[in-house]
Antibody, heavy 121, light 108 residues
Framework: EVQLVESGGGLVQPGGSLRLSCAASGFTFSSYAMSWVRQAPGKGLEWVSAISGSGGSTYYADSVKGRFTISRDNSKNTLYLQMNSLRAEDTAVYYC??????????????WGQGTLVTVSS | EIVLTQSPATLSLSPGERATLSCRASQSVSSYLAWYQQKPGQAPRLLIYDASNRATGIPARFSGSGSGTDFTLTISSLEPEDFAVYYCQQRSNWPEFTFGPGTKVDIK
């Protein structure tokens, strides 16, 4: 059974940093692209970032480019999102999502339950 | 940027009725469109991919159609567990994924 478990969310001040983690199990982690997708309170879904199965290619939404860094450790079956220079508008539930195939531009067939990031002073 | 527009914003129906949800793209996305279902407090679930293919384990009452700029998600007969928010998503304009604003299907 595929499982994705996010952690690392919390309250952070504007300008601060936070690192999210997503522990994966139930599939060959290194064979699939992974993404982070966020949802602001009461709002819709916004794709944030994606990474190829090998970790060699990364992609970002314009709204986070230069501030967020996605990475993965295939030996630990874990996905990360390093978030720097956080802004109030980054407040959201952050979901880890598994790509349906190896290519990074595929749909998301499994999602974690999300971790809440609140940026506020 | 490809903008996805969903209509209606809210659809009020009774169990057993047919639901028809629309997603329109600002430019052609070919067939590279998916539909997700999200219930309150839960993560989204993939229903349909590449416009018309049901994801693993999705009941046959869910179907998708369309290509280019106009897409439809149809739920043939609403079950109580189908009342939720539905999002469309395109992957045509990589590296840019975009989601529509969602359609809420609620109980009439």
């Amino acid at each position: 059974e595929v499982q994705l478990v996010e952690s690392g969310g919390g309250l952070v001040q504007p300008g601060g940093s936070l690192r999210l983690s997503c522990a994966a199990s139930g599939f060959t982690f290194s064979s699939y692209a992974m993404s982070w997708v966020r949802q602001a309170p009461g709002k819709g879904l916004e794709w944030v970032s994606a990474i190829s199965g090998s970790g060699g290619s990364t992609y970002y939404a314009d709204s986070v480019k230069g501030r967020f860094t996605i990475s993965r450790d295939n030996s630990k079956n874990t996905l990360y999102l390093q978030m720097n220079s956080l802004r109030a508008e980054d407040t959201a539930v952050y979901y880890c999502a598994k790509g349906k195939a190896a290519r990074p531009n595929d749909y998301f067939d499994y999602w974690g339950q999300g971790t809440l990031v609140t940026v506020s002073s | 940027e490809i903008v996805l527009t969903q209509s209606p914003a809210t659809l009020s129906l009774s169990p057993g009725e047919r639901a028809t949800l629309s997603c329109r793209a600002s430019q052609s996305v070919s067939s590279y469109l998916a539909w997700y279902q999200q219930k309150p407090g839960q993560a989204p679930r993939l229903l349909i991919y590449d416009a018309s293919n049901r994801a693993t384990g999705i009941p046959a009452r869910f179907s998708g159609s369309g290509s280019g700029t106009d897409f439809t998600l149809t739920i043939s007969s609403l079950e109580p567990e189908d009342f939720a928010v539905y999002y469309c998503q395109q992957r045509s304009n990589w590296p840019e994924f975009t989601f529509g604003p969602g359609t809420k299907v609620d109980i009439k």
